[in-house]
Structures are given as structure tokens and as C-alpha cells.
T-cell receptor, first 115, second 112 residues
């Protein structure tokens, strides 16, 4: 069985602050994929990043960065210098590699950036 | 750009009705998914399909069935709608195992 835990239900930050969204996962697969998605107030989920289990390099894309640590089964997401447009619900997801693609999502973290 | 379309954005049905939610993707993706999204519960997988006529149960399949007669179309069926099936339903697709999945805009279903 696979599981994704996002312990932070809601986070509020003031604009320009940095914020980290936590994601902890469980899987028996040795090969797997991790994802982050953003769901803005408009509602449609948008893919942000994918990581496979063999690639533990951190990734940076503009103000976004991701920290993948297999030792702690975590895939955390940091937004630097947050902006109001970052206000959204963010979901972490896990896909196993065994056979079929069952994609399991966490419960999401609602981020509110206050101007 | 991948496009996943869902037949309705809003739907209101009565308890006991049979409900069909339709989803079409235009990118020849192998995998298709149905999720429901409820506050505090995130996205929960109902069913997924990895090929035409093939399906697998997700985490909450009870009360639902699916149909995939053509590769581009994946339908979710509520055999006898109940009020606890009031939710946002999200269809999604992906090319292959491990690829990002692409979501449709969702159907907000209310069962009264």
C-alpha cells in the first residue's frame, strides 16, 4: 500500500516570506515517482514537478525548490519570497512503478499569502 | 497541450438516480483516472484504467463503476446516487506509468 501525508492543513504567511510545505510518503516499491500539484482558487489542478526515486538531487525553478530525501521519505516544497499568486492548495502525490499507475495524493496544504 | 474535458461542470441529481459522468482526453493517453475531492480528504482515487476495457479499483470504488470502450473516453457511473456522493469529481489522464497526470476541470455533483 502507498500513502502520502501532508501534515500541514493550512499555512498563512505574509508576502515575501519563505514557506516550506511538507510531504512524507510510504511505499514498498523501490522505483516510484513523486509529484507536486497546485490547485489555485480557480480550481484546476496544475502539475508542478516530478521526481523519480533514483534522483535525489534537489531542484530549483525560479522561486520554487524541492528537497527530496529518501532517508526520511520526504519530498518538501519551498517557495521563496512568496507572492499573493502563490495562494492555492498544494498536493503531493506518489506513483508506484509496479505494473499499473496508481497515483495516490495527500490531503493537501492550503497556502494563504497575505499582502 | 493536453486537454481533458468533462461533460458537465455542475450537476444536480436526485437520490436513487443513475448518474453518468463523462470524460474525454485528446492526447492518446494510456491511463485514465477518476478521483473525488472532498474538503479535508484531498483527492481519493475511485477507479483507474490502463487500457481500453481494462480497469482497476482505486481506494473508494464502492457505489461506482466505470466504462472505457474507447481509449479517449472514460465514464464514471453512479449506479444509484446517494447524498454521500455529493462531491467534486475529477477526471485525469497520463501517457505512461510515472508520467504526470493531467486533470480536467472537474464536475461538481450535488445529490439531493
Amino acid at each position: 500500500a502507498q500513502k502520502v501525508t501532508q501534515a500541514q492543513t493550512e499555512i498563512s504567511v505574509v508576502e515575501k516570506e519563505d514557506v516550506t510545505l511538507d510531504c512524507v510518503y510510504e511505499t514498498r516499491d523501490t522505483t516510484y515517482y513523486l509529484f507536486w500539484y497546485k490547485q489555485p482558487p480557480s480550481g484546476e489542478l496544475v502539475f508542478l514537478i516530478r521526481r523519480n526515486s533514483f534522483d535525489e538531487q534537489n531542484e530549483i525553478s525560479g522561486r520554487y525548490s524541492w528537497n527530496f530525501q529518501k532517508s526520511t521519505s520526504s519530498f518538501n516544497f519551498t517557495i521563496t519570497a512568496s507572492q499573493v499568486v502563490d495562494s492555492a492548495v498544494y498536493f503531493c502525490a506518489l506513483s508506484g512503478r509496479g505494473g499499473y499507475q496508481k497515483v495516490t495524493f495527500g490531503t493537501g496544504t492550503k497556502l494563504q499569502v497575505i499582502p | 497541450d493536453v486537454k481533458v474535458t468533462q461533460s458537465s461542470r455542475y450537476l444536480v441529481k436526485r437520490t436513487g438516480e443513475k448518474v453518468f459522468l463523462e470524460c474525454v482526453q485528446d492526447m492518446d493517453h494510456e491511463n485514465m483516472f477518476w478521483y473525488r475531492q472532498d474538503p479535508g480528504l484531498g483527492l481519493r482515487l475511485i477507479y483507474f484504467s490502463y487500457d481500453v476495457k481494462m480497469k482497476e479499483k482505486g481506494d473508494i470504488p464502492e457505489g461506482y463503476s466505470v466504462s472505457r470502450e474507447k481509449k479517449e473516453r472514460f465514464s464514471l457511473i453512479l449506479e444509484s446516487a446517494s447524498t454521500n456522493q455529493t462531491s467534486m469529481y475529477l477526471c485525469a489522464s497520463s501517457p505512461l506509468v510515472g508520467d504526470p497526470i493531467h486533470f480536467g476541470p472537474g464536475t461538481r455533483l450535488t445529490v439531493t
